[in-house]
């Protein structure tokens, strides 16, 4: 079956960074763009970036561009967010899943906290 893994999160300063990881199998991963969404407390699930298939074209929520990125490794099957200038509200629950989105993984906490 389809199964995301992802991991990296962590307790961060503001200002900080982090690179998350999401393995994947059960699909054939080259295929299907990517994406990252993250859930803060209290909110809906947002998108925040996707990749192209084999990693060409990326984009981002506003409030998250110039900061994040999003690379892919399909020998691998894996996914990466690399996030930098961390701020507080950044702080979520961040989940990969390829697009259109199936089931969800555990998904990996980020807190961004002084």
């Known amino acids: 079956q389809v199964q995301f893994v992802e991991s990296g999160g962590a307790l961060v300063q503001p200002g900080g960074s982090l690179r998350l990881s999401c393995a994947t199998s059960?699909?054939?991963?080259?295929?299907?763009?990517m994406s990252w969404y993250r859930q803060a407390p209290g909110k809906e699930r947002e998108l925040v970036g996707s990749?192209?298939?084999?990693?060409?074209?990326?984009n981002y929520a506003e409030s998250v561009k110039g900061r994040f990125t999003i690379s892919r490794d399909n020998a691998k099957n894996m996914v990466y967010l690399q996030m930098n200038s961390l701020n507080v509200e950044d702080t979520a629950v961040y989940y990969c899943?390829?697009?259109?989105?199936?089931?969800w993984g555990q998904g990996t906490q980020v807190t961004v906290s002084s």
């Open positions: 899943n390829r697009r259109p989105p199936t089931s």
């Open positions: 059960g699909f054939s991963f080259s295929t299907y763009y």
């Open positions: 990749i192209s298939t084999a990693g060409a074209r990326t």
